[in-house]
């Protein structure tokens, strides 16, 4: 499995943690940045992350700022990407679940091993096939296309 990841510098530490750990896990990782911890802004990061996630360049995306929120945000401005910003394992499962999410978002403050523990669970979780999941998505779908 390919995932794409992206932090701005408030994330860079906890993104470069977790490229180390999924790496072991033998998963394919491709960083999409930043590179350091000088500040910088995180739509840059998150539109390239949602870009190529869309494109299907990468399966997933995991995306990492000082709160989550903002990087969520910018990342769902891209056509095709449902970006979650979780806080825990459980919201991490539900969003692929319910939502067939293809971004997970979390803020730097995040404990190390939790938000290990989120993004495994996150990938680890098909999406529902049950009819009530696939038309709330179908809808999101639909409005997007017609509204962007």
Do not use: W
């Amino acid at each position: 499995m390919k995932i794409g990841i992206a932090s701005d510098h408030r994330g860079y530490q906890l993104k470069q943690y977790l490229i180390s750990e999924l790496k072991m896990r033998n998963y394919q990782i491709i960083d999409y940045g930043t590179n350091n911890e000088e500040s910088t802004d995180y739509p840059d990061y998150a539109f390239l992350l949602g870009e190529n996630v869309a494109n299907k360049t990468v399966d997933y995306g995991v995306a990492i700022c000082g709160s989550g929120i903002g990087i969520s945000i910018a990342c769902n401005k891209v056509k095709g990407i449902r970006c979650a910003k979780v806080s825990n394992q459980e919201e991490a499962k539900v969003t692929r679940i319910d939502n067939d999410a293809n971004i997970v978002a979390f803020g730097e403050k995040v404990p190390k091993q939790e938000a290990l523990d989120i993004v495994i669970t996150f990938l680890k979780t098909p999406s529902s096939n049950l009819e009530k999941h696939q038309r709330r998505i179908k809808k999101i779908l639909e409005y997007e296309e017609n509204h962007k």
